[in-house]
């Protein structure tokens, strides 16, 4: 939902006006646009409350019933007759008919042509009848899955499938479950493949991922229920460490909402056990969903057994709904203590293993619906028996409003209320604030839903009124706080949440507001204040203008537009804007008129009887409207009568709002810039957002209030010309002509045509110019003034117009001698207008009733009571529409013959002038004349329907183009004036319009004519410039232009919103249904629009772009450029008519070499480079296109260079673009959807013709892109081989090459030799790119073409191991293995196994003993050939000689990584080549072993890296020989590793052992465990580098590691005492490292594991404590160890700092990884030891981690029974430590750690927190006391409010008892001073626990502390301190806060502050 902040953004766009074809999206060629309305009709509006009150629901209506009204609610909306329903059915039936052919014919190009048909079907919102809906979702789910699909079309299908089946959360499905049930595996195998690809595959630029996980999601609910176990069963096995986030996201993604018990046990498990950000945000989103979907329990809409019955909470256990609002709580990011901020390092956690899916999740909306959705009355109400909500002990029993959910939201409130305040901004409060502003909306939205009779949800599980209020209550106060937020987006969520809570419970909200809006518009110094109570105020309009839903609020109407009226400021551009929309949100429904005028309706008492007022007045205003008087109360009389009384305030308003409105005109910047504007952005903000605030005004005033505005403005536009005003005062009057068009033109009419007459006689616009940019005479301005009144007041005539026929003629021919381009453009604007309001079809008028009730006698004297009146259906709205009338026909064509056909003779006649003879004067009336001819016919886009003839050229191809399928143009009934081709004014306004297409060409061809050779070649520019605006006008002005389409779409959208509370409304005000009305309208005019057919005129035409968008001059090429590629997307094949000659023009270019026109290249290129021509391109011609790319490199303008590089980056194809196996292979599963849909409307013999003929042509189209394929890379290699090439563009052609490479296409020797050749060029980029292709696969293909797709890899040794004993399979892996083994296999990834395992997994048998295991494929042996003839010594030298070099970004670091993709090379080619090159790369390699240049290493290890990765399925012979090898050698390089390269070896030995079977690198793992580490040693780097080593290598080896992990482990411990730091930091990493190895649950099967987590409490071990006893002796020694600790500067030499030193720095570590939570077991016993480290001041590094560790903990998630054991240790460490400096650390830890698991903390925690504070309250230390006091203000705050009073008394009492003695009874003082000191700062801490408010016992203390203020140190410093911190935070609300205090307690407060009476 939009907050306030979006709506104003989006409403200035909507009133934005938006003009040519900019903005025009690209369509494929043959493609028709999917643009829909986006209406939610989907949801049965007969469930609205209708208007008489009643809750009715239509009874026993079908679905097809309801699509029915639907379709009628639209169809009647709009003014003209529509298709019948029958003539709807048959072209539905021919595009599904034509849908299916194509699919079956696998033609799918005309497949997504179809596609964009239905989807334009589907806009016009006709019945669809179900069961084709559901044969269609499964027909676009089987094109989803089709192997080497295209992703454009997958995406395509994707939407489609969406439009068809998506439903909103909560809303009624499209589709029943039981009608459609679709199959999840297909979509899980192709995602599967696209998540984990091959590491060659691996594409950062690739998204299909994310489209197939949309795609899940969509049709989530559509796979079958009975399929969640084998779900369960698919993805929980894959579930590791490594991809938890990513499987996470796949499993909630997939798995249906019903029966969600099966599952919820392990979700929550899952999210306890795992620390992560993402999968909390994955966790939340579904939980939402399901609160949603499962709110009525058993009575939903899932099956019995698929409904999720409530538990303890909403759906939830206690024990779930504690870890929600946990998650709740620390989500806010809210700041405790001496944090700053973020309350978790789970986003730290996520960033070591991230997602591989970028989702986007909204974790307060989905909080908010968890909340709102669990809502009911499930528990005793917290009440007394005084009806208070607390005990008097002050002990909280039952639950407010009897929810538990609310009571703890409440208490979530409750604690971060004080973050809300605007001195309290931080990063927090835009979370606060959206959380608040979503709970808002989904309250809303679930108690409106719940009134209506077609609610499910049971009524005790239903809100009560109680909890309604309860909830408003409790956001009531945060809200208010945070609308004077300092960001503009944290006030638009509160500003939003208002909206909502105002109309919820308006009594609650409503006093308040206003009472705080009345302060913000009243202050004069606070602007920001202003502001915001403005926006504030807009928010609630409907509240304050709305009766029934606030009955007290229409009085403050008038009082607050009048306080508001001083935001008209020029100076403050967003509190103008602020303002205007108040205006607007207040006045657009409400009438504004005087109610105290004679005859007005009298008040109840005093009424007559109904039958006297109908006799007496027309019954126009509904019966319930007039009987609404006759039922009040006493109350609501009077509210009637000051509601009355303030309606004499709209005549003063209106009068001082225009003169505002005129006075921020005239303090305009004057006009200038190239736009010609009235100042900058923020001015034309200012500008657009008065227009839609003098729009409401005006449209709303009654007749004298009009009248007396129409008279005012007169008197200015009369009086005043303002040349900075002269568009402005256009705007007022067109707000007058729209809402009284004829009262407008009357008076303005006369006037402006005398003064224009006037103005031109005395030589006005005398002045030639062409250019906007001119300066504009000054002596004009009277005549450009008005002229502006005259065009806006005719703007709106329509029929009116007629009456002046004469004048307007006669003025028009006036202003055709205008010469100054600012008066002919105003005077082409001018007959644009009158054209368009002649020939158009409009809403003439949207005011808030209709217009009978409107003109109803009795609702003028009564219309307050119809103030924001809604409607219920588009029946009930009444829209007055503006049709043309014969006669406005009749005066259009009189305009168009009598001005404009002359003025086209003329222009005819100036373009056969001699270019030697056109001079500036020929110029000027080339430029007006044009502008005035495409004005008109801009005028005129709906005047007559285009019929055709339609002769241009096709461009089809005959071999490949299926006719039967070519996309027919639907032509939906719209609002043309002329119709019918035989009328002759039809023929005769069409033969004008094509004089005109003509006139265009024939201007084209006139001005390229060779310019003079004496004359100013630029002169001609400002007449191309007209030309190509024109040439806009003939494409892009017919109909509607799509830019106007979505203004209107999206100020629809804004309007709607703005009015709407919920998500099913269906009540909206009659402006709502205006709009709603005229969009669709649109929506059909633009169907006419786009994806036009062609005559031969437009294929000229489209041409003469074409040379125009490469002509020399940029401001030409710009805008022909633009102009043209929205051509191509508006006109069907139009891209297929200019591309091969602009791809011509650009060659012939090209082979004029340096000679060549640069401006014309770059013209061609721009042109080229679009994404809609370039995507057609690469489909149709790629190897012309990349050919002609590649052939610029002779241009050395660094202009088109960079276009070129920009071109091949972003055309870069996909293997799926040139691959043709979707073409060959017949898909069975789409094909069985084709016959089942066909069963809906089978084949015809014309149909049956048509699929004949397509899939005769489809071998044809599968030819082609084989002959693409081939050209395309026989040009690719000529180019790249050629040694004239630049090596930027042979980079280029070789990306291209691997971009085509495609795995259904024979591999080429040609291509492999071109790679390996360039793997040794002398350009490291050239080098990166060639080497990532070299590689040949030795298998045939298969013969089955989709495993190519589906299963790539045919290893002849790979194998599916069973796993029927995962004990067995574990022991099977320990076994050593030995050359000749028979039985033993090889896992190298074992990607399941941690939680659960799977059915199978892949695994490896030992390659044969001397023989290789593959036999190549005789196609792929010429491949291998080519790479190995390429493969010399001398290749091998050079490639060495690359690969040794320092590289451009190693100097940025002191140590060097191995480079990844040089190592996948290497790889390869021993993969390939086996041993056959070994000896020849060992000769090489030996050296740079022994190097001691590390970039030589460094070389030497990615080839030994390389060589042994590839010789994983060597024959066992050969691998031996290599490891003997390497083996000889590794000692030595281990012994010369040196500090800056030892990151060289570990990641060689990452690399090496990752993703591999232990048992493939025996040797290499022996070695390194081999090494024996002497901890003590005397070198710290020889330890550190073994270290290193090890922890690598367990690293890599993962879970195979974790046999030996556990000795590792035992090892660390014993040495964790070394002498060495840096050593020690190793083992608290490696710990860690291995102890996650070792986290592994493992059940047997997912079943298991489900059952573990309903039952258990700790089915995933993170409680697990193997290494306690360890712990525990350390924690045994840890006494001894500090009594001998040394003394400075040797204490860190101490065994005591070495030992707690590691042991923190390994729990610190821990808690920014995912497993996280396993560290609580092991820091329980730890905590008291901690805190003793928290105090040594003479170790800064253990304090500092100490401190570190302690604070960390607040951001875990702990599980709940460590909670308290947590608690109860820092109580304990508080309580029992002699130390006051271990007191001091942990208080501030127990405030974060309490506030943190706030929510969890059971009551006797709560109550040993709060008697411990005040313990320390009265400790010796005053720095103690004093964080003791600021942590019981927090505790206070956010959980303890029922103890202030207790406590109050408490504090006084011993202030007051406590007596000092004489400074000289020390002892006697001290204690007493302590004594006091605890009471005063048990005092300050209640007074700084509600920073922001005077609560009623706060001037009591106030008073006690006044007593105190001057006593010794430190009493009165704490008081004066607090008295700082009072006055500061209440500065802002002082004026109202004072009223609390009386006398005394102003002077004692006065005091304390400064001595005087501050506050007097």
């Known amino acids: 939902m939009d907050t306030i902040a979006d709506l104003i953004s989006q409403h200035l766009q909507g009133n934005s006006n938006s003009t040519g074809g900019q903005n025009w999206s690209i369509m494929a060629d043959d493609e028709m646009d999917d643009f829909e309305f986006d209406l939610d009709d989907d949801v049965d509006i007969s469930d609205a409350t209708a208007l008489n009150g009643k809750n009715e629901k239509k009874k026993d209506e079908t679905d097809e019933e309801k699509q029915l009204r639907i379709m009628e609610g639209w169809t009647s909306s709009v003014p003209y007759v529509c298709e019948s329903l029958e003539e709807m059915q048959q072209q539905l039936e021919v595009i599904v008919s034509k849908l299916l052919i194509a699919a079956e014919s696998r033609h799918w190009e005309h497949l997504a042509a179809w596609d964009g048909a239905l989807a334009s079907w589907l806009g016009l919102k006709y019945p669809f009848p179900r069961p084709l809906r559901a044969k269609l979702a499964r027909f676009y789910y089987e094109l989803i899955l089709i192997p080497s699909m295209e992703p454009k079309y997958i995406q395509l299908f994707a939407s489609s499938l969406d439009r068809t089946i998506a439903t909103k959360l909560g809303h009624k499905r499209k589709l029943e479950p039981e009608e459609l049930v679709l199959p999840w595996q297909p979509l899980w195998l192709v995602l599967q493949k696209e998540v984990w690809p091959s590491k060659r595959e691996t594409s950062s630029s690739r998204n299909l991922h994310n489209i197939l996980l949309h795609v899940a999601e969509t049709c989530r609910e559509y796979f079958a229920a009975s399929e969640i176990s084998n779900m369960l069963d698919t993805f929980i096995p894959l579930f590791t460490q490594e991809t938890a986030a990513t499987v996470f996201t796949i499993i909630t993604s997939f798995l249906p909402r019903s029966h969600a018990r099966t599952y919820l046990p392990f979700i929550f498990k899952t999210w306890e056990a795992f620390h992560s950000y993402k999968i909390e945000d994955c966790v939340l989103q579904m939980l939402g969903q399901l609160s949603i979907s499962h709110v009525a329990g058993k009575a939903g809409d899932f099956t019995p057994d698929g409904c999720v019955e409530w538990k303890d909470i909403g759906i939830y256990t206690e024990a779930e709904w504690a870890v929600i609002m946990r998650s709740c709580l620390s989500s806010m990011s809210v700041p405790v203590g001496n944090s700053k901020g973020g309350s978790t390092t789970s986003q730290y956690a996520d960033r070591t293993r991230p997602s591989a899916f970028k989702k986007a999740s909204n974790r307060f909306s989905h909080l908010a619906q968890i909340i709102v959705y669990s809502l009911s009355v499930d528990g005793p109400e ?70 209506q009779v077609s609610c499910k949800t049971p009524v005790a599980q239903r809100l009560t009124p109680e909890i309604k209020h309860a909830v408003i209550e409790t956001l009531r106060t945060p809200t208010l706080l945070a609308m004077f937020s300092k960001d503009a987006l944290s006030t638009g969520y509160a500003q939003a949440a208002l909206r909502y809570m105002s109309i919820l419970e308006p009594d609650l909200i409503m006093p308040q507001l206003l009472e705080r809006a009345y302060g913000g518009l009243e202050s004069i110094n606070e602007t920001h204040r202003t502001t915001a109570a403005i926006g504030a105020l807009a928010a609630v309009s409907t509240s304050l203008t709305k009766r029934s839903t606030w009955f007290k609020g229409q009085r403050h109407v008038v009082p607050l537009l009048e306080l508001c009226l001083p935001g008209i400021d020029i100076n403050d551009s967003i509190k103008t804007v602020s303002t205007c929309m108040f205006i607007v949100s207040a006045l657009q429904f409400v009438k504004i008129g005087d109610l105290n005028v004679a005859g007005s309706v009298p008040l109840a008492h005093d009424a007559p009887a109904e039958d006297v007022v109908m006799q007496a007045e027309g019954a126009e205003t509904p019966t319930y409207e007039r009987r609404g008087a006759a039922k009040m109360t006493e109350e609501e009389i009077e509210e009637e009568d000051a509601v009355r009384q303030s309606t004499a305030g709209f005549a003063d308003w209106v009068v001082s709002f225009f003169r505002r409105v005129f006075a921020l005109y005239e303090n305009l910047p004057e006009e200038g810039g190239k736009s010609g504007k009235t100042g900058g952005k923020t001015e034309d903000n200012v500008i657009k957002s008065l227009n839609t605030a003098l729009d409401v005004v005006c449209a709303n005033l009654s007749d004298p209030l009009f009248e007396l505005t129409l008279n005012l403005v007169f008197d200015y536009a009369t009086t005043n010309v303002r040349a900075n005003g002269v568009r402005s005062i256009g705007n007022v009057i067109t707000s007058l002509a729209r809402a009284r068009p004829k009262a407008t033109i009357n008076k303005f009419l006369p006037f402006t045509i005398k003064q224009i007459e006037i103005e031109m006689a005395a030589g006005a616009s005398s002045v030639r110019t062409t250019s906007n940019t001119s300066t504009t005479v000054p002596s004009d301005t009277t005549l450009h003034w008005n002229m502006a009144i005259l065009r806006s007041a005719l703007a709106f005539g329509g029929q009116d117009l007629l009456a002046h026929r004469k004048d307007i003629l006669q003025v028009m021919n006036v202003l055709r001698e205008a010469k100054h381009e600012r008066a002919y453009s105003g005077y082409g604007r001018m007959v644009n207008r009158i054209l368009a309001a002649l020939t158009g079809t409009y809403p003439v008028e949207n005011r808030l009733v209709n217009p009978k009730q409107w003109n109803d006698p009795y609702f003028e004297r009564s219309h307050h009571r119809s103030w924001g009146k809604q409607f219920c259906e588009s029946k009930d709205v009444e829209v007055e529409w503006h049709q043309p009338s014969p006669e406005e026909i009749a005066f259009a064509g009189d305009i168009l013959a009598g001005v404009v056909s002359p003025t086209m003779d003329v222009l005819e006649a100036l373009t056969k002038v001699a270019p030697q003879q056109r001079d500036s004067v020929w110029k000027n009336d080339f430029c007006r004349m044009m502008y005035l001819v495409r004005s008109a016919w801009t005028g005129c886009a709906t005047l007559f329907l285009h019929t055709g003839p339609f002769d241009g050229d096709e461009c089809i191809d005959a071999n490949e183009y299926v006719l039967g399928l070519k996309p027919e143009h639907m032509q939906a009934n719209a609002a043309f004036a002329l119709s019918d081709p035989r009328d002759p004014r039809h023929k005769a306004v069409k033969s004008l319009h094509d004089s005109f297409g003509r006139l265009l060409h024939t201007t084209f061809l006139s001005l390229s004519q060779e310019r003079p050779i004496n004359g100013d070649a630029a002169d001609s520019v400002d007449a191309i410039i007209q030309l190509l605006r024109a040439s806009d006008v003939w494409f892009f002005d017919y109909g509607v232009q799509r830019a106007t389409f979505v203004a209107h779409k999206k100020h629809f959208v804004m309007t709607r919103e703005l009015v709407k509370t919920h998500s099913k409304q269906r009540q909206f005000p009659r402006m709502v249904w205006i709009k709603r009305a005229t969009l669709y309208h ?18 000229q035409l489209l041409l003469d772009l074409m040379e125009l968008s490469m002509s020399p001059y940029t401001r030409v090429r710009k805008h022909a450029q633009s102009t043209l ?35 014309r290249q770059k013209g061609a290129l721009y042109v080229l480079s679009d994404k809609g021509i370039a995507t057609f391109c690469l489909s149709l011609c790629p190897e012309e296109y990349i050919s002609a790319i590649l052939r610029c490199q002779s241009q050395e303008k660094p202009s088109i260079q960079n276009l070129v590089a920009k071109m091949v980056q972003d055309t870069m194809l996909s293997e799926e673009s040139l691959a043709t196996t979707s073409f060959l292979i017949t898909h069975s599963a789409l094909q069985e959807s084709i016959v089942s849909t066909r069963s809906i409307y089978s084949l015809t013999k014309i149909t049956t013709n048509i699929l004949q003929e397509a899939t005769a042509k489809l071998d044809r189209v599968a030819e082609r892109r084989k002959r693409q394929f081939d050209g395309t890379m026989t040009a690719l290699q000529t180019l790249a081989t050629d040694e004239k090439t630049h090596w930027r563009y042979q980079q280029y052609a070789i990306r291209y090459a691997q971009s085509c490479l495609c795995r259904d296409v024979e591999p080429s020797a040609s291509l492999s030799s071109l790679f390996i050749n360039n793997v040794v060029s002398d350009h490291p980029s050239v080098r990166t790119y060639a080497q990532r292709q070299v590689y040949a696969d030795p298998d045939p293909p298969p013969a089955d073409r989709r495993e190519l797709w589906l299963n790539p890899s045919r290893n002849p040794l790979r194998k599916e191991i069973a796993l029927r004993d995962p004990e067995a399979f574990l022991a099977d892996l320990e076994k050593p293995w030995t050359p000749g083994q028979p039985d033993i296999f090889f896992v190298d990834k074992e990607d399941q196994g941690f939680l659960t395992w799977g059915k199978t997994i892949r695994g490896y048998k030992a390659p044969p003993r001397s023989k290789s295991a593959f036999t190549w494929d005789a196609r792929s042996k010429r491949s291998l050939a080519a790479i190995g003839d390429a493969i010399t010594p001398g290749w091998l030298t050079k490639f060495i000689t690359h690969l040794s070099q320092e590289g451009a970004k190693a100097g940025t670091t002191t140590s060097v990584d191995l480079r990844l993709e040089n190592i996948l090379f290497i790889k390869s080619i021993f993969k390939m080549f086996e041993d056959s090159l070994l000896q020849s790369m060992l000769e090489c390699l030996s050296p740079l072993l022994l190097d001691e240049d590390k970039y030589k290493l460094r070389a030497g290890c990615e080839i030994l890296a390389g060589i042994l990765r590839g010789s994983k399925h060597w024959p066992v012979d050969s691998q031996t020989n290599i490891w003997a090898w390497v083996m000889e050698r590794l000692p030595g390089l281990f012994d010369q590793m040196k500090p800056d390269t030892v990151q060289i070896f570990e990641t060689f030995i990452s690399v090496q052992l990752g993703d591999r079977d232990p048992r493939r690198n025996q040797p290499l793992i022996n070695f390194i465990k081999a090494q024996t580490v002497d901890f003590n040693a005397s070198s710290a780097f020889a330890v550190s580098k073994r270290l290193t080593t090890i922890g690598t290598m367990a690293d890599s080896l993962g879970v195979r590691f974790d046999a030996d992990s556990h000795k590792l482990v035992e090892l660390y411990f014993d040495n964790i005492q070394t002498q060495y730091a840096e050593i020690r930091s190793h083992i608290a990493v490696n710990i860690g490292v291995l102890m996650g190895i070792q986290w592994h649950p493992r059940f047997r099967t997912p079943s298991d594991l489900l059952v573990a987590c309903a039952s258990e409490r700790d089915p995933l071990q993170v409680r697990k404590t193997d290494y306690l006893p360890r712990i525990q002796k350390y924690i045994d020694n840890f006494g001894r160890w500090r009594e001998e600790r040394l003394p400075p500067p040797r204490v860190s030499q101490s065994t005591y700092d070495r030992v707690g030193l590691t042991l923190l720095q390994w729990l610190w570590g821990t808690a920014h990884l995912p497993q996280a939570p396993t560290i609580f077991p092991y820091v329980m016993p730890l905590l008291p030891e901690i805190f003793k480290m928290a105090e040594l001041n003479d170790s800064s590094e253990l304090q500092l981690y100490s401190g570190a560790v302690l604070n960390v903990l607040s951001s875990i998630t702990a599980p709940p029974e460590f909670v308290e054991p947590v608690m109860d240790a820092l109580i304990d460490a508080v309580k029992t430590s002699p130390s006051w400096r271990i007191r001091l650390s942990v208080l501030p830890v127990l405030q974060v750690f309490y506030f943190r698991n706030l929510l969890n903390l059971p009551d006797v925690s709560v109550k040993r927190v709060l008697d411990v504070l005040l313990e320390c309250i009265r400790d010796e230390n005053v720095e103690v006391r004093e964080t003791a006091a600021k942590t019981l203000s927090g505790v206070i705050r956010c959980s303890q409010r029922q103890r202030i009073l207790p406590l109050k008394d408490r504090f006084t009492l011993l202030a007051r008892k406590t007596k000092l003695p004489k400074r000289q009874d020390k002892e006697g003082f001290t204690d007493k001073i302590r004594t006091l000191h605890s009471a005063v700062l048990g005092l300050c801490a209640l007074i700084d626990a509600y920073p922001y408010s005077v609560e009623p016992w706060m001037p009591e203390i106030i008073e006690t502390l006044g007593r105190y203020s001057s006593d010794p140190i430190p009493v009165s410093t704490s008081i004066r301190k607090c008295a700082a911190s009072f006055k500061q935070t209440h500065q802002d609300t002082w004026a109202m806060d004072q009223l609390a205090f009386n006398e005394d307690q102003m002077q004692a407060l006065s005091t304390i502050v400064s001595g005087t009476s501050y506050y007097a």
């Open 382 to 451: 917290r009440v007394t028996a005084d009806g208070q909500k607390t005990t008097a002990d002050g002990q909280e029993k039952g639950y407010l409003g009897g929810s538990k959910a609310l009571d703890s939201l409440d208490r979530l409130i409750t604690s971060v209320e004080s973050y809300f305040h605007p001195s309290n901004h931080g990063a927090w409060t835009l979370a606060l604030t959206a959380f608040i502003q979503w709970l808002a909306a989904e309250l809303s939205a679930r108690w409106n839903e719940e009134q």
């Open 1082 to 1099: 649109y929506g059909r005019l633009y169907q006419h629009t786009y994806n036009r057919e062609r005559t031969t005129l437009d294929d």
């Open 1125 to 1159: 590629i929205n051509a191509t997307a508006s006109y069907r094949r139009a891209t297929r008519l200019i591309m091969p000659k602009l791809i011509q023009a650009l060659e012939a270019e090209l082979t004029k070499g340096k000679d060549a026109d640069p401006d």
